[in-house]
């Protein structure tokens, strides 16, 4: 698993789609990729991220100023 920083700085919403594959051949235009949704929800303070089995994520929210 690779490890990812995620630093959250509410304000607003957001959507992220974090985009992976091997990096060394061309499978991906086989659909060889996968794609990790994330979402921020400023009113609620929640973030939801997909199910990735390649990411092991630590979450770092920041406060408002």
Do not use: C, M
């Amino acid at each position: 698993q690779t490890e990812i920083e995620l630093h959250i700085y509410p304000g607003r919403n957001a959507t992220f789609a974090l985009y992976h594959d091997d990096g060394k051949t061309y499978n991906y235009e086989h659909g060889d990729f996968h794609l990790t949704n994330i979402l921020w929800n400023d009113e609620s303070q929640k973030v939801t991220i997909d199910p990735d089995p390649n990411h092991h994520f630590t979450l770092h929210l920041h406060s408002a100023s």
